[in-house]
């Protein structure tokens, strides 16, 4: 099964159920709610991070990697969680036959690891993590819940993040407040040392 055929069949069965979160989301006021637009769609505080990821069309193949991953039920959860959020685009840099391979089943543990090193088990929003870089003198180190340690920086005043590859990720949206965290938008997948 190729990763667009996965993500086709995943949104093809969960369509109703989006449907009806978006339509309910859309009958309440985005007003006063200090979130920001992702992927074209309003990010409600009082809904959680799968619930607002699935209305993100800039989020797909992160929504339907969850889902392999087996972790909607967790991201579900009480939390509190930080998540930085790579984009389509940002999967998009990844050749269709590595995230092909993510998605079979023998691959599970692989992928687990790989979303869960863009997961902190904390509310981080943008202000804090740019006090704690100051604090650490201009880098400090973000331990994730898949084991990484991801090295945040500030880049004028956007925050970055450098895997344990050396690859980075610029937070392109930050301080997407949910019911049960935090989400930051990103530009590239953060992969565990290799």
Not at 122 to 138: C, H, Q, V, Y
Not at 189 to 194: D, E
């Amino acid at each position: 099964m190729t990763l667009k055929t996965f993500i086709t069949a995943t949104l093809t069965a969960t369509t109703f159920s989006a449907c009806a979160l978006a339509s309910a989301a859309f009958a309440e006021s985005h007003a006063g709610t200090d979130n920001p637009m992702v992927g074209g769609a309003a990010m409600f505080a009082e809904m959680n991070i799968v619930e607002n990821a699935m209305n993100s069309a800039d989020h797909t193949t992160l929504v339907a990697a969850v889902k392999a991953a087996g972790l909607v039920d967790t991201l579900m959860s009480d939390g509190p969680f930080t998540v930085f959020a790579p984009t389509n685009a940002a999967f998009d840099m990844i050749s269709d036959e590595s995230l092909n391979a993510l998605l079979q089943p023998e691959a599970k543990a692989q992928l687990t690891q790989i979303l869960t090193c863009h997961v902190v088990a904390a509310n981080a929003m943008s202000d804090a993590i740019a006090g704690m870089i100051a604090d650490d003198g201009g880098m400090h180190p973000v331990e994730t819940v898949g084991g990484c340690t991801l090295q945040a920086k500030l880049d004028g005043s956007k925050i970055t993040l450098t895997d344990e590859n050396g690859r980075d990720a610029t937070v392109t949206i930050a301080d997407v407040r949910q019911s049960n965290g935090v989400i930051h938008v990103i530009d590239r997948v953060l992969l565990p040392a290799q």
